[in-house]
Structures are given as structure tokens and as C-alpha cells.
């Protein structure tokens, strides 16, 4: 349901997402969308960190509490963070901190990957 919603969504600017012109009235939403997804995106960061400085950095741990689960927020954050390039690229670069030290910590490198095509395909011109 959460995906389909939030397909419509951007469905419905995709076309102002393409020419620039964001209505006043679509920033506040994606800014809402990317704090809430930053903020869960962020706190797994810390569990990965504080595991990794206590020692107990295992990859079956990893993959059985944070890949193996719902990845939502960390897609949301990827896709808000690649169309907030042009907009504000302080909130862009905070969530390329955040994917990008999630990657690290996850010892995954997907997310990056699809952090750098969906930045290829939308801000390359």
C-alpha cells in the first residue's frame, strides 16, 4: 500500500519533478517524507555503528536484522534525496551521507548502486 501510494504521488508531479517548477505546496511533502525516512534511515546507522565498536559485526546479523527486512525508508530516502539534487542540495547530500554510510555499515553495496543510476538517469544532462 505504502508503495502505491507514494507511486501516485509522484505520478501526480512527476511532470514539475522533470521542468523544475515545484508548486509551494510539494516541497513540504517531500521535505516531511525525507525527514521521516532519514530519521529511520539514520538510526539504523547508529545500530550498525555501535555494533561494529562493540565487536559483534557479523554478516548473518546484519543480513538477518537489517537486509533481510523491509527496506522501505532507505528507498524512499534514495529516491528524495536524488530529485532534491537540483532543489536543495544540502538535504541531497545528507541523504547521500546516509545511503552511503548505510551501505558501508551494511556491507552492502546495492544501495549505493541504485543511489548512483537513479542519480545518473535524473541530474545528467
Same mark, same amino acid.
Not at 514539475?16 to 546507522?45: G, H, Q
Not at 542540495?89 to 552492502?108: C, D, E
Given at each position: 500500500?505504502?508503495?502505491?501510494?507514494?507511486?501516485?504521488?509522484?505520478? +501526480?508531479?512527476?511532470?514539475?519533478?522533470?521542468?523544475?517548477? !515545484?508548486?509551494?505546496?510539494?516541497?513540504? &511533502?517531500?521535505?516531511?517524507?525525507?525527514?521521516? $525516512?532519514?530519521?529511520?534511515?539514520?538510526?539504523?546507522?547508529?545500530?550498525?555503528?555501535?555494533?561494529? !565498536?562493540?565487536?559483534?559485526?557479523?554478516?548473518?546479523?546484519?543480513?538477518?536484522?537489517?537486509?533481510?527486512?523491509?527496506?522501505?525508508?532507505?528507498? &524512499?530516502?534514495?529516491?528524495?534525496? &536524488?530529485?532534491?539534487?537540483?532543489?536543495?542540495?544540502?538535504?541531497?547530500?545528507?541523504?547521500?551521507?546516509?545511503?552511503?554510510?548505510? $551501505?558501508? +555499515? $551494511?556491507? $552492502?553495496?546495492?544501495?549505493?548502486?541504485?543511489?548512483?543510476?537513479?542519480?545518473?538517469?535524473?541530474?545528467?544532462?
Amino acid at each position: 500500500i505504502f508503495y502505491f501510494l507514494l507511486f501516485k504521488f509522484f505520478n +501526480l508531479f512527476i511532470d514539475k519533478f522533470n521542468r523544475n517548477n !515545484l508548486d509551494i505546496n510539494t516541497k513540504p &511533502v517531500i521535505l516531511i517524507f525525507f525527514v521521516i $525516512s532519514a530519521f529511520f534511515l539514520a538510526k539504523d546507522n547508529l545500530i550498525l555503528l555501535d555494533n561494529f !565498536l562493540n565487536g559483534n559485526f557479523e554478516r548473518s546479523f546484519i543480513y538477518e536484522k537489517f537486509l533481510s527486512g523491509r527496506t522501505t525508508h532507505l528507498n &524512499v530516502c534514495i529516491i528524495l534525496s &536524488v530529485l532534491n539534487f537540483k532543489l536543495n542540495r544540502k538535504i541531497a547530500y545528507l541523504g547521500y551521507f546516509l545511503i552511503v554510510s548505510y $551501505s558501508f +555499515l $551494511s556491507l $552492502s553495496r546495492v544501495p549505493m548502486f541504485y543511489l548512483f543510476l537513479l542519480h545518473i538517469i535524473l541530474n545528467l544532462e
